[in-house]
């Protein structure tokens, strides 16, 4: 398995090259070069497995066994998913009226983002220890990247973190997860922008092919390609529970599975499409907030910016640059980096991109969108309450809209993603009228102390983040260095 760059101008790099890069240097994001496809006999052997096992079948598809053992897999990926509040890691809610909720959020942060992150982060560090290296993760976030990435790897010798996150643009746990870490390889920056302002400089930062080789400067988003290639696994488990394959003669054709999911950066979107191409016969469903491009794409083909971030009740998803639709685009294309690369081109220097008619027929063929104002997640998260008794967070009621407004397809059966605890949200929680337990860990949180640094709004806000960023980055470099 090679990899290459959604605008062509990369081929051929392994997993541990991809692992320990951010974007491809021709400003692409990595992909595998060609996408193995599942038969039916192998689902069936998979079925009932555990997910932590799930995982490891669907990693040793894309990581080698050269590079990463098949023993070794295992025990990477059971020591990163050992942490979850649940045995079985993810678990799902059967709830009234077929409403089935995939529930991703038993990590540390409370959020899905730990399932990848815990995992990539384990890779990374096995890389590192083999080859006695160090690495600098720089990290931009909407809200719960940041405290999984931190949590995943504080403390580890090999790793520093640096995240900057949207300051009062996220909720007081998400601040708090971050903020309260005072491990010496963490390093917190609070902006005065948005996740999509933040990302500005971030890219320039990895387009300095210098500066990555040098401090060996990698990306945590989703960006990296390990991080969409573990959030296969959760679409994958979602068929094997929900389908119900196990009921048909062999030689009969798959049953279909809707799964309905809320996004921001479209990287659950890209898993999806992908488990889609590996030939589960998925139904994608991207539901957005107020920030609605991805709605805009696929209904209208209007793939342009609005002129600002809307703030709403489900922030980690408050975001107008879904930067994995370059992936997206570069799959429904056939794989045609020319192309691509003249689209996201055309996109990054004016934020404006109308997608031409064969475009928007490919990407309707393949994904639903919808759009649910911040009444709508209130309205679907009392009715959930008052339904099943059971509470969401905001960003799962976004899909969870869906299910109250959107009449079932006869046959075909239907899982929401929750990607959040409602521990996290609890403004929206308490907004929609609703009470949660608030978990100790949570509740601790109040009491710790806090380390940050502050990025503030200028007139050349997005130079001066970079060079602040450029900074820290050669400082952290070169203090290790000098205490190695």
Not at 20 to 45: H, I, K, N
Not at 159 to 170: A, E, H
Not at 363 to 376: H, I, P, R
Request: hydrophobic share 40%; proline share 5%.
């Amino acid at each position: 398995m090679q990899y290459c760059s959604t605008r062509g101008g990369v081929h051929g790099w392994d997993f541990r090259d991809v692992l320990f890069s951010g974007y491809a240097p021709d400003g692409g994001m990595f992909m595998p070069e060609s996408v193995p496809v599942l038969s039916a006999d192998t689902l069936r052997c998979w079925r009932g497995l555990p997910y932590n096992k799930l995982v490891v079948e669907v990693s040793s598809l894309f990581i080698p066994s050269n590079l990463i053992p098949r023993e070794d897999l295992e025990v990477l990926v059971g020591e990163a998913l050992s942490g979850f509040s649940v045995p079985e890691v993810v678990r799902i809610a059967r709830l009234k009226d077929g409403l089935s909720v995939l529930e991703l959020f038993h990590g540390v942060t409370l959020a899905f983002k730990d399932l990848a992150m815990t995992c990539t982060v384990r890779f990374l560090n096995y890389f590192l220890q083999k080859e006695k290296g160090r690495a600098t993760v720089l990290v931009g976030t909407s809200g719960d990247t940041g405290g999984s990435a931190i949590q995943s790897a504080k403390g580890l010798p090999g790793l520093d973190v640096i995240v900057v996150y949207p300051r009062g643009r996220i909720t007081p746990v998400q601040e708090k997860q971050m903020i309260t870490c005072l491990e010496d390889n963490v390093h917190v920056f609070a902006a005065d922008g948005s996740s999509d302002d933040i990302d500005q400089p971030l890219r320039c930062l990895f387009a300095d092919e210098e500066l990555v080789k040098s401090h060996g400067l990698i990306s945590l988003n989703s960006v990296n390609w390990s991080r969409v290639m573990i959030q296969l696994a959760h679409f994958i488990y979602a068929y094997l529970e929900l389908s119900d394959m196990a009921q048909d003669q062999a030689a009969a054709a798959l049953p279909e599975l809707e799964v309905v999911v809320p996004t921001g950066g479209a990287g659950n979107v890209t898993a999806g499409l992908i488990v889609k191409q590996m030939g589960i016969p998925l139904k994608l469903v991207a539901m957005v907030n107020s920030n609605d491009i991805l709605h805009r794409a696929v209904s209208t083909g209007d793939f342009s910016m609005a002129a600002k971030v809307t703030q709403t009740l489900a922030p980690a998803i408050d975001i107008q640059d879904p930067y994995n639709m370059e992936r997206v685009f570069w799959l429904l294309l056939d794989r045609d980096g020319l192309t691509v690369k003249t689209m996201m081109e055309e996109f990054q220097h004016t934020h404006r991109l109308s997608l031409p008619e064969n475009h928007c027929k490919l990407l309707s063929q393949v994904l639903s969108t919808g759009t649910v104002t911040d009444e709508g997640i209130l309205e679907t998260m009392r009715r959930c309450w008052e339904d099943n008794r059971y509470v969401l967070c905001p960003h799962t009621a976004v899909a969870v809209w869906h299910h109250y407004h959107c009449p079932h397809s006869p046959g075909v059966k239907r899982c929401y993603v929750a990607t959040a605890s409602p521990a996290k949200f609890q403004t929206a929680v308490q907004r929609a009228g609703l009470t949660f337990h608030i978990p100790e860990a949570v509740r601790m949180l109040d009491k710790l102390a806090t380390r940050y640094q502050n990025l503030e709004w200028s007139p050349n806000w997005c130079k001066d983040w970079e060079e602040r960023l450029r900074a820290k980055i050669q400082f952290v470099s070169s203090t290790r260095k000098l205490g190695s």
